[in-house]
């Protein structure tokens, strides 16, 4: 049996909704006070649904999947940092056994990474040799996840030499298909682009997500904004941007300007998608180069960026937990919160120094 938990002070249900106190009960919140309430555990602060992390790759590491013992150590680092709640962005790793634990975070899987050849991180996705593949490999990937598909939308083509540069992956035919062959199957599909040229195929075809979204314009912003499409802007990876621009160095030079000049505007890129209106999540793309428990890390860089401290904690939590279906705080709803000193909405530092962490009603 779970604890038996008092939480006072300020619980965030949501951007409109404060409570005074919530109890925890056979794994669950209410409240109700229980019975034996008088002999609860009290944990004062402001109490906060489990961050959500939706960019993030449980089972992969820079080289491709990791064994099962560092995909452990990885979802662990997730959960101490508050993060009880990630949807996978990716992973070659079948991370059903995660689910099935109850001392790790809950995880909405998407499956793997759908790419072609030499067009991605080797041994990071599936990679189709065939663009009209794609309709029929969403279709199962959509089928054996959790309501989610990603697809690699552009990357570099080194075919071009010195002219390589970002290229879209998929005609926009092929997308328009693969897009409705997820929707068919009941799952939602989000891409990755960093190019400006691979957004408008995107919009087009029905995309229900984008990641990074570091090339769109003013009119790609408004459209996404229009139809609520969210962004999640993963800003830890862009920061990288100029390391992999010098990487590049004179062999593809074309390539590296434009990650310089993409690394260079991404706060403003994030300032812009903010005042537009588009709905953001938070992701830390933790795995491959980003260490795990790093989405405190995200969320301070969006707050760098001028979306308000308010903004960044709604959207890293109660936001992203209706966006996933995932309930909150709320009445029988699993305990899964996180309690802090002080209160995130005015300094999203707080965040990186929980007081406690409850998964499933139990405090870690």
């Known amino acids: 049996m779970s604890d038996l938990l008092h939480l006072r002070g300020t619980v965030l249900v949501d951007d409109a909704t404060e409570l005074e106190e919530v109890w925890v009960a056979d794994g669950r919140l209410t409240r109700t006070p229980p019975p034996g309430a008088a002999g609860a555990r009290q944990l004062t602060g402001w109490v906060l649904p489990g961050l959500v992390d939706v960019h993030c790759h449980i089972g992969l590491g820079p080289g491709g999947e990791v064994d099962e013992e560092e995909a452990l150590t990885q979802a662990k680092a997730d959960r101490d940092a508050g993060t009880l709640l990630i949807r996978d962005a990716g992973s070659p790793m079948d991370t059903r056994w995660v689910q099935a634990r109850a001392d790790l975070p809950r995880l909405v899987r998407a499956g793997r990474h759908l790419a072609r050849p030499k067009r991605y991180l080797r041994h990071f996705g599936l990679e189709l040799d065939d663009v009209a593949r794609l309709p029929a490999a969403v279709a199962e990937q959509a089928r054996a996840g959790d309501g989610w598909v990603k697809i690699v939308a552009d990357w570099i ?10 290229r879209p992956l998929w005609p926009a035919d092929v997308l328009h298909d693969a897009i409705a062959a997820a929707h068919d199957n009941g799952a939602r599909v989000t891409a990755h682009t960093f190019s400006r040229e691979a957004v408008d195929p995107l919009l087009d075809a029905g995309i229900d997500g984008i990641e990074h979204g570091t090339g769109m314009d003013a009119d790609q912003i408004a459209e996404a904004a229009h139809r609520r499409i969210p962004v999640t802007p993963t800003l830890l990876q862009v920061g990288r941007f100029a390391d992999i621009a010098d990487q590049a160095g004179a062999k593809y030079p074309r390539y590296a300007a434009r990650m310089r000049r993409m690394h260079d505007r991404r706060y403003a890129q994030v300032r812009a998608l903010h005042e537009a209106g588009v709905p953001l999540l938070m992701g830390s793309d933790a795995g491959g180069t980003i260490g795990h428990g790093s989405l405190p890390a995200e969320l301070a860089e969006v707050a760098r960026a001028g979306v308000p401290a308010v903004e960044v904690v709604a959207a890293a939590s109660w936001r992203a937990r209706r966006y996933l279906g995932v309930p909150g705080i709320a009445e029988g709803a699993s305990a899964d919160v996180v309690v802090y000193d002080a209160d995130p909405r005015q ?14 009603g139990r405090p870690l």
Not at 157 to 166: K, M, P, T, V
Not at 347 to 360: E, W
Request: negative net charge.
């Open 157 to 166: 083509d080194r075919s071009e030499g010195a002219e390589a540069d970002l």
């Open 347 to 360: 300094d999203v530092a707080v965040t990186s120094r929980p007081t406690a962490v409850i998964l499933r």
